[in-house]
Nanobody, 125 residues
Framework: VQLVESGGGLVQAGGSLRLSCAASGHTFSSNIMGWFRQAQGNKREFVAVITWSGDNKYYSDSVKGRFTISRDNAKNTVYLQMNSLKPEDTALYYC???????????????????WGQGTLVTVSS
């Protein structure tokens, strides 16, 4: 699976962005997909994860209620809708895929086999 993120940019606090992650490869619908982020000087942290069908979604406490993860398996794309953005959301955002057919939801980065190159989100105060 190859992953390409897009949709990052500069936004004022309180604004919204939608990130997209386009995946190549025929196993997309069998991959648990996640979003992670890494702020400068910090380690990579979990943001959100979605199961194969999209029925189950989990979020970090820091984004719960503001961010929404979704997927369109027909388009091989996973999304991250980010609302009510805060300056502390500023980071490089990565899309990641677990190996196909795994069913356990994981929030640790080590559990993900494939990564995109990241898209930068900057929130100004």
């Amino acid at each position: 699976v190859q992953l390409v993120e897009s949709g990052g940019g500069l936004v004022q606090a309180g604004g919204s962005l939608r990130l997209s992650c386009a995946a190549s490869g025929h196993t997309f619908s069998s991959n648990i997909m996640g979003w992670f982020r890494q702020a400068q000087g910090n380690k990579r942290e979990f943001v959100a994860v979605i199961t194969w069908s999209g029925d189950n979604k989990y979020y970090s406490d820091s984004v719960k209620g503001r961010f929404t993860i979704s997927r369109d398996n027909a388009k091989n794309t996973v999304y991250l809708q980010m609302n009510s953005l805060k300056p502390e959301d500023t980071a490089l955002y990565y899309c990641a895929a677990r190996a196909p057919h795994l069913t356990v939801v994981r929030t640790d980065a080590n559990a993900y086999a494939h990564w995109g190159q990241g898209t930068l989100v900057t929130v100004s105060s």
